[in-house]
Every structure is written in structure tokens, then in C-alpha cells.
């Protein structure tokens, strides 16, 4: 499994409400949800994400509230995987849950630059900068983890096992 894209870089604790602001949450629709993604820190961001780019962030990425938005409206931008120095916990657990990959690794989150070409091996943990050619170690998934991502989300993969 494999995501590759155009980095989109951010600092240090970026909370869920600037992921997606609480006052677009009068809908459950995630395609309309995903169209304020960043917006308050970034507010070109979906009009320039592609599918399969590749977020970068410093410490504590995803802090706040423990609302499953956050993780489901930057999936559902286009967003191949965050990768961050360190991520909040209930964060961390939702981007699994709903499908959104995601690694920690200080060294690339340091180094990594906005509009840097990046690809990440989720089968090995690499990742690598093109723009500078340098490559990066993570923890690789383990393969039941890459088996929710791949099916779009833990209750994804819970049907798909029954079907």
C-alpha cells in the first residue's frame, strides 16, 4: 500500500476546529464537511489538494475535541496520509477507525517542505522526499491496520469480512 502526492505542511497542535471548524457541523455530509477542511489556517487548501497529496505536521497534531470529522473531512479531501512528529491520541485512533493513514516521524515532519513531492511505503514505513531525494523511517502498519485503511475504515472492513 502506497500513497504518493504534493506536500501540504502545517505547525504544531493544530486542533480538530481548524481541521473543520465547529460551525459547519449542522451536517453529517462529509463531501460538504470536506470543503471547510483548513480553511481557517489554510484557506486555499481545497482548492489546491489533489487525491493522494500528503499532509505534514509538527507535535500534537489532531488536538482538541475528540470529534471523528477531523480525520474523516482531510480522508475525504483527497489527503493519501498525515504525517505528523506526534499525533493526540483520540486523533490517532480516529483517522484508523475511519480509513485515514497516518505515521509519525520527526525527522521527515522536520524536514519535509510545502509543495515537496512525497511518497510513503506503508508496507516498510518509508518514506521518501523527491524534491530533495532523502528518504525517511517510520513504523510500518501492521498488516491489520493496512487491512481497515485499504477497506476504507474499521466498519468497512468489519462488513467486507462478513460478506
Same mark, same amino acid.
Given at each position: 500500500m502506497k500513497a504518493e502526492g504534493k506536500v501540504f505542511k502545517y /505547525? +504544531? !497542535?493544530? +486542533?480538530? +476546529?481548524?481541521?473543520?471548524?465547529? #460551525?459547519y457541523l449542522n451536517t453529517s455530509d462529509a463531501k460538504e464537511l470536506s470543503t471547510h477542511c483548513m480553511e481557517d489556517i489554510d484557506a486555499e487548501f481545497v482548492n489546491k489538494v489533489s487525491k493522494g497529496d500528503i499532509m505534514v505536521a509538527g507535535w500534537n497534531f489532531g488536538c482538541g475535541s475528540s470529534r471523528e470529522h477531523a480525520p474523516l473531512v482531510i480522508k475525504e479531501s483527497g489527503i493519501g496520509c498525515v504525517?505528523?512528529?506526534? *499525533?493526540? #491520541?483520540? *486523533?490517532? #485512533? !480516529?483517522? &484508523? !477507525? &475511519? /480509513?485515514?493513514?497516518?505515521? $509519525?516521524? $520527526?525527522?521527515?515532519? $522536520?524536514?519535509?517542505?510545502t509543495g515537496d513531492k512525497v511518497s510513503v511505503d506503508f508496507n516498510t514505513g518509508v518514506i521518501t522526499n523527491h524534491t530533495i531525494c532523502k528518504s525517511y523511517k517510520a513504523g510500518a502498519f501492521p498488516e491489520f491496520i493496512q487491512n481497515i485503511i485499504k477497506k476504507g475504515g474499521l466498519l468497512a472492513s468489519i462488513d467486507a469480512g462478513t460478506r
Open positions: /505547525g +504544531d !497542535n493544530v +486542533d480538530t +476546529d481548524v481541521i473543520i471548524p465547529a #460551525r504525517i505528523a512528529k506526534s *499525533f493526540a #491520541r483520540i *486523533f490517532y #485512533r !480516529n483517522a &484508523i !477507525n &475511519i /480509513g485515514l493513514a497516518i505515521l $509519525e516521524c $520527526e525527522e521527515a515532519a $522536520e524536514e519535509i517542505k
